[in-house]
């Protein structure tokens, strides 16, 4: 039985702060006693030993993760070994439904196979958001030009596009709480 869950993830713009911070109140509203912890500005303080699971997620720009939650990965390897994990990623390709299984391979599949150590319960890949006011200029071209791309002919890229599925997001987290409850009866 999941009782206390940690959150850990690293964030550019905030989107997948409100991300996490979305999943701590859904697992809350579940009597799970949950901490999230955004490594882009903090540290976390006690052993991973103090939770049953433990999610970990990062928003996606040039096709990479934030440094920060590899880092904790790398870092706490031994410890997350034998804590229940599930790895998250919110990213534009997630809103595409022709770029989801790449979003999926490279950014989750990926970095599970690359850890095999983590028990690894399960991966989600959620929609972000491009808030155009948050990046400098050179970022905000870059990727108003790949938006827009992927937009009908003679439409124009509004200021903020805001991918998230809540409710995908919802269902994955309360997943989390079954799924880990099948593993717990099997074990």
Same mark, same amino acid.
């Given at each position: 039985?999941?009782?206390?869950?940690?959150?850990?993830?690293?964030?550019?713009?905030?989107?997948?702060?409100?991300?996490?911070?979305?999943?701590?109140?859904?697992?809350?509203?579940?009597?799970?006693? $949950?901490?999230?912890?955004?490594?882009?500005?903090?540290? =976390?303080?006690?052993?991973?030993?103090?939770?049953? =699971?433990? +999610?970990?997620?990062?928003?996606?720009?040039?096709?990479?993760?934030?440094?920060?939650? +590899? /880092?904790? +990965?790398?870092?706490?390897?031994?410890? =997350?070994?034998?804590?229940?994990?599930?790895?998250?990623?919110?990213?534009?390709?997630?809103?595409?439904?022709?770029?989801?299984?790449?979003?999926?391979?490279?950014?989750?599949?990926?970095?599970?196979? #690359?850890?095999?150590?983590?028990?690894?319960?399960? $991966?989600?890949?959620?929609?972000?958001?491009?808030?155009?006011?948050?990046?400098?200029?050179?970022?905000?071209?870059?990727? #108003?030009?790949?938006?827009?791309? /992927?937009?009908?002919?003679?439409?124009?890229?509004?200021?903020?596009?805001?991918?998230?599925?809540?409710?995908?997001?919802?269902?994955?987290?309360?997943?989390?709480?079954?799924?880990?409850?099948?593993?717990?009866?099997?074990?």
């Amino acid at each position: 039985m999941i009782r206390n869950a940690l959150i850990c993830f690293g964030t550019r713009y905030g989107s997948t702060a409100e991300v996490a911070d979305f999943m701590a109140s859904i697992l809350n509203d579940y009597e799970v006693i $949950t901490k999230a912890v955004n490594l882009t500005k903090e540290h =976390l303080d006690g052993p991973l030993s103090d939770y049953d =699971l433990v +999610i970990i997620g990062s928003g996606i720009q040039a096709g990479q993760w934030t440094k920060e939650p +590899i /880092q904790f +990965i790398e870092k706490n390897l031994d410890s =997350l070994a034998e804590i229940k994990t599930a790895i998250f990623v919110v990213c534009g390709f997630a809103a595409s439904e022709s770029k989801c299984e790449f979003a999926q391979r490279e950014f989750l599949d990926k970095i599970a196979a #690359k850890y095999p150590e983590l028990k690894c319960v399960s $991966t989600g890949l959620f929609g972000g958001v491009f808030d155009f006011k948050k990046y400098n200029r050179i970022v905000r071209a870059l990727v #108003k030009r790949i938006v827009k791309s /992927q937009m009908p002919s003679g439409e124009e890229v509004p200021e903020r596009i805001d991918y998230r599925d809540w409710d995908k997001i919802r269902e994955w987290t309360v997943g989390l709480l079954s799924e880990n409850e099948k593993k717990d009866s099997s074990d």
